[in-house]
């Protein structure tokens, strides 16, 4: 893969929880950086989170935010502990959660 590639993402990752954009610095929204750590992703892997839409004086804006893997990981962690805390299913069985299970796929996609 060259160092420049995007590397394929869960859905999930669209699910996991970012900064608000508002605090993002410009290559962050741009997808140089990442949105949480702010590492460069010119020169490595990046991972897509999915379309993301907010509104800005009135108008609809879409962006495309990316993560380094690390992040990612860590982002997939927090939402799996989150996530688990407020699901009724998980506190039933927490194999049976296809959001759990799409999350600890992701986490473990990219684990460090």
């Known amino acids: 893969m060259a ?9 999930a ?5 970012l900064p608000s954009f508002n605090s993002l610095s410009s290559q962050q929204v741009r997808g140089y950086v990442c949105v949480w750590g702010g590492e ?15 509104n800005r004086l009135g108008t609809r804006v879409d ?13 997939a962690i927090r939402a799996i502990r989150e996530h688990t805390g407020t699901c009724e299913q998980c ?11 799409a999350l600890e796929a992701l986490a ?3 684990k460090p």
């Not at 990752?13 to 929880?17: M, S, V």
């Not at 962006?63 to 990612?72: L, M, N, T």
């Open 91 to 101: 506190v039933d069985n927490t194999a049976a959660c296809d959001t759990r299970r």
């Open 3 to 11: 160092p420049d590639q995007t590397v394929s993402s869960r859905p």
């Open 108 to 110: 473990e996609e990219h």
């Open 40 to 54: 460069g992703l010119l020169s490595g892997p990046a991972v897509g989170l999915g379309t993301r839409t907010f």
């Open 13 to 17: 990752a669209a699910a996991l929880e």
């Open 63 to 75: 962006w495309f935010p990316r993560g380094c893997p690390r992040c990612v990981h860590e982002a």
